[in-house]
């Protein structure tokens, strides 16, 4: 079982900057793809950005040049840096893992309790 501890949410104003980290712990055969989506209240939940363990990425347009997606294999830890806030990016961001238990075993996915980032203006 893999588990996900998300860190670095808060208040911010727009224009600003935040980083969030999500550390994985438990045990895997490997971690795979990570990322990041939110859920903004009414809303259902959607992708913010994703990370293969190539380091390949791929972004919802709305942060495209904006927020940039980072991992640390040696930690199993993914980043979120997230530029240039807009009130739009207020939601709750969880983080996402997917891993395999065995070399054969079918893929597996874990999600984090989620943070708050709130941009106020």
């Known amino acids: 079982q893999v588990q996900l501890v998300e860190s670095g949410g808060g208040f911010m104003q727009a224009g600003g900057s935040l980083r969030l980290s999500c550390a994985a712990s438990?045990?895997?055969?490997?971690?795979?793809?990570m990322g990041w989506y939110r859920q903004a209240p009414g809303k259902q939940r959607e992708l913010v950005a994703t990370?293969?363990?190539?380091?390949?990425?791929n972004y919802a347009d709305s942060v495209k040049g904006r927020f940039a997606i980072s991992r640390d294999n040696a930690k199993n830890t993914v980043y979120l840096q997230m530029n240039s806030l807009k009130l739009e990016d207020t939601a709750v961001y969880y983080c996402?893992?997917?891993?395999?238990?065995?070399?054969?075993?079918?893929?597996?996915?874990?999600w984090g309790q989620g943070t708050q980032v709130t941009v106020s203006s």
């Open positions: 996402y893992a997917a891993w395999a238990a065995s070399a054969l075993g079918r893929p597996l996915g874990s």
């Open positions: 990370i293969s363990n190539g380091d390949s990425t």
């Open positions: 438990g045990s895997a055969f490997s971690i795979d793809t």
